[in-house]
């Protein structure tokens, strides 16, 4: 299976879950500082303070990167790293910080994909409101004209997984801030949306030539069985999970039938004001797609697991359904350029007396995974790039230090990398641009 010439490898991460030095030339408190430091809200009580100790270790890991051949790193941006408190003073210090790694990147051959939101909200933005508040989607605008000066990066994503935002952070109460409201977080989605679409707008406007999108996690929706009542849940949940994120985008409108079922439960139809549609819709010149699992419902709307289940419960493993994503987006979606921005598996393998992490799970994940997007790119869905998730073992959110999802094993106690067999497969594949 050989890919396209100029098809691009590279793999992600972001600020929050890498970087540590949390407290650190001037970054100013996010959400996640205070929802990890709440007791009982993160697996061991563990925090993102040190993380994988990436801010003092840049050059080490630009070198990383190197050998390990990828041509694209996706990043995201602290914003109050950035922006202390969200918005007003600027904190050189931060800028600098990704203005070295922009530049190593470069010196390296490997292209920048900056995130600029990856769940790590200024506390001091939350403390007025936080998503909740429609000017929320103006001061991430602002932040985003900020950094769309100060840094020299072609490639931006706005928003990292909206949804999740939503549901793990405003329904189920699992993500910061904390919250299990579904009539907030449907209001929260709408903000997003502007967010995202004032942002891509500001970048238009200001830097013709340079590309934005969303970064969606996008889940293909099956039927568990072969009854009405299952079709017709599978239609609801396809509109939960995959609509309501792409159809303001592409169409300028939020689905119908999502309208009717949110105007159940929130004020969200209340809070869209005119225009606002027209925002959303800025035309986006690529769309990041975040790919882990299916979902199959039944008849009472219930999810149902079909195959192996990954440590993570979530984490249903299907690798056709990555096919299937994508050939659905191509099919009812105009078409734009499709990045691949997260894809990925934890596993706990350990280093070996002779150093080597024998991770043939995580191996074999992406063989299958990436089988499955060249069947799509072969069949002609234009798909420019594929990151794994993730380059380092990380902060895993909720389930903190516990879930390893790194190419990239790290000892957190002295901060040593060591390639695991997974991240020595994937060079290999790089440079051959061939999958055998
Ligand atoms: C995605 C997140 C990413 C990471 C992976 C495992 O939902 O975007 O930060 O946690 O899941």
């Not at 199959?296 to 419960?313: D, I, L, S």
């Amino acid at each position: 299976m050989r890919f396209p010439q100029d098809f691009v490898w590279g793999a992600a991460t972001s600020a929050y879950q890498i970087e540590g030095a949390a407290h650190e030339d001037g970054r100013g408190p996010s959400v996640w500082d205070t929802f990890s430091r709440t007791p009982g809200k993160v697996h061991g009580g563990d925090t993102g303070d040190v993380a994988s100790g990436h801010y003092h270790r840049l050059e080490e890991d630009l070198d990383l990167m190197a050998s390990l051949a990828l041509r694209s790193y996706r990043f995201s941006l602290s914003w109050s790293r950035v922006l202390p408190e969200g918005t007003g003073q600027i904190n050189q210090a931060g800028l600098d910080f990704y203005r070295r790694l922009v530049e190593g990147l470069r010196e390296r051959g490997i292209r920048p994909m900056a995130t600029l939101f990856h769940w790590d909200l200024p506390q001091a933005l939350q403390d007025k409101g936080g998503w909740e508040n429609r000017d929320c989607a103006h001061w991430f605008a602002d932040y985003a004209k900020v950094v769309f000066d100060e840094l020299n990066i072609r490639d931006w994503l706005t928003i990292n997984e909206p949804k999740t935002v939503v549901e793990a952070g405003y329904q189920m109460g699992i993500h910061a801030p904390g919250v299990t409201d579904p009539a907030r977080s449907f209001v929260v989605l709408h903000h997003l949306h502007l967010a995202h679409g004032l942002a891509a707008a500001a970048l238009h406007a200001t830097h013709p030539g340079r590309r934005i999108g969303p970064a969606l996690n996008l889940a293909p929706v099956y039927p568990a069985d072969d009854t009405d009542r299952a079709r017709e849940q599978a239609r609801l949940h396809d509109g939960l999970e995959n609509r309501i994120y792409l159809d303001p985008i592409f169409n300028g409108r939020y689905p119908a039938d999502m309208l009717e079922w949110i105007g159940g439960r929130s004020r969200m139809p209340e809070v869209i004001e005119e225009g606002d549609l027209v925002t959303i819709s800025e035309p986006i010149d690529l769309l990041g797609v975040q790919y882990y699992n299916p979902k199959y419902v039944n008849g009472e709307g219930e999810r149902v697991f079909k195959h192996p289940v990954a440590q993570a419960q979530w984490l249903e493993i299907h690798p056709d359904g990555l096919y299937d994503v994508l050939v659905r987006l191509k099919r009812d979606y105009r078409e734009v350029p499709l990045v691949i921005t997260e894809n990925g598996l934890p596993t706990l393998d350990e280093p070996d007396e002779d150093g080597r992490v024998r991770d043939d799970g995580r191996l074999g994940f992406y063989r299958d995974h990436l089988a499955a997007l060249h069947r799509a790119i072969a069949e002609g869905v234009r798909v420019e790039g594929y990151h794994a998730w993730s380059l380092l073992d990380n902060f895993e959110w909720a389930e903190g230090y516990s879930q390893r999802f790194g190419l990239v094993h790290v000892d957190y106690a002295t901060q040593r990398r060591t390639p695991k067999d997974s991240a020595l497969w994937y060079r290999d594949v790089i440079r051959s641009g061939r999958l055998d």
